[in-house]
């Protein structure tokens, strides 16, 4: 989930990482302003405008997750690239699973935040601009210039603005387009058309930066970047909310009794792989016990039985109930194991381990199987 971005801290109590085509950014700044003047060294400066645009793409970002979160979408992480953000949702957080009908005018609203919040701080930039009395020539090309940082924080936001109205998914005026779809296609349909549409105009981009600026070919990047990121988020959230608990819980599983020894518990804990257990009296679930537990227990009081030392709390799932609830049970309780039940019978255990595993597989078996049918 996190490849290519690094952590830089929290804002708003939502992880803030930077991804790495922010750091290829100063070299490409220093090249095309070297072009443009030989002999002025402006290194810093060529910082500084980094540093001015991370911080407008942070402000558009940001509009973007409050009137998110207004609506009870809570993000976790926020990855920044030079033009956009790539939301990641907490889905052990989130109080309700996300929708998976698309409420596609609601989706048109929250994009159209980023690009109205980058226009507003460009309007603050002139008025402040204009105001200073300097005689900065805003019209005047180049934009972006490490001499003149003013005028690069006007044009640093009127370009986020822009820029972020390309079609291209996951930019805003894509997600808008995805919008669009989803008024006649399921949500991973008109995601995947978006993508597609989002992969040929960074391709075109890409190949006319090469014959025109080399800023488009960087633009292309950027939102190619942004499109893999956004679709293996989507993928991840896909498999936490479609699949169902049937198809990954453990079916051939050890259990103890409540009447054990811990030291008898012990020994059959060493001849299986599972790290929980439930806990059974006849065909009842009593409780659930980790080897942890039954090896600190051990430790601090010697032999006992397993009746005394298992956790009675737990929660239980039914068969049908998604990958996403388990994984907010498990972490709502921090909790490693889940029985799951039907008719008060224990039919298989979901444990953290497990679940870890069959979502890397389910992920990738989901996009070999999405691959075959789209060629
Ligand atoms: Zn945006």
Not at 6 to 11: A, E, T
Not at 73 to 84: M, N, R, Y
Not at 111 to 125: D, F, K, T, W, Y
């Amino acid at each position: 989930m996190r490849s290519w971005s690094i952590p830089v801290g929290r804002l708003f109590g939502v992880d803030v990482r930077i991804h790495l085509t922010f750091f290829i950014l100063p070299m490409f700044i220093f090249w095309t302003d070297y072009a443009l003047r030989q002999n002025n060294a402006t290194g810093p400066r060529d910082l500084a405008i980094v540093g001015i645009l991370l911080a407008c793409v942070g402000a558009h970002e940001f509009g973007h997750m409050l009137a998110a979160r207004r609506i009870g979408l809570i993000p976790k992480a926020v990855i920044l690239l030079p033009l956009t953000g790539v939301a990641l949702y907490d889905e052990s957080r989130a109080e309700k699973p996300q929708p998976t009908a698309l409420l596609w005018g609601r989706e048109i609203r929250l994009a159209l935040i980023g690009p109205l919040v980058s226009l507003a701080l460009a309007c603050l930039a002139v008025a402040v601009v204009t105001a200073s009395g300097r005689g900065i020539e805003l019209w005047k090309w180049p934009f972006l210039q490490a001499t003149n940082l003013p005028k690069s924080l006007v044009w640093a936001n009127l370009w986020l603005a822009i820029l972020n109205l390309i079609p291209a998914y996951p930019l805003d005026g894509g997600r808008i387009l995805r919008a669009l779809f989803s008024r006649t296609l399921d949500a991973s349909a008109a995601t995947r058309r978006a993508v597609s549409i989002s992969n040929a105009i960074a391709m075109v981009l890409m190949i006319a930066g090469l014959f025109s600026d080399s800023w488009l070919t960087m633009v292309g990047v950027i939102v190619f970047s942004a499109a893999q990121l956004e679709e293996r988020a989507l993928v991840f959230q896909s498999v936490l909310e479609n699949v169902r608990l049937e198809e990954v819980m453990l079916t051939d599983f050890a259990t103890l009794s409540p009447a054990d020894t811990l030291e008898d518990a012990l020994e059959k804990a060493v001849h299986s792989l599972q790290d929980d257990f439930p806990v059974v009296r006849g065909v009842d679930m009593v409780g659930v016990i980790s080897k942890q537990r039954i090896l600190d227990a051990l430790r601090a009081e010697g032999n006992g039985y397993v009746q005394a030392v298992m956790n009675k709390i737990f929660e239980v799932s039914l068969r049908q109930d998604s990958l996403g609830s388990a994984f907010r049970k498990l972490t709502a309780r921090n909790s490693s194991i889940i029985p799951v039940v039907e008719d008060q019978r224990l039919i298989g255990i979901v444990t953290l381990q497990n679940l870890m595993h069959s979502m890397a597989l389910l992920a990738e078996t989901r996009k070999l199987r999405r691959e075959e049918s789209d060629s």
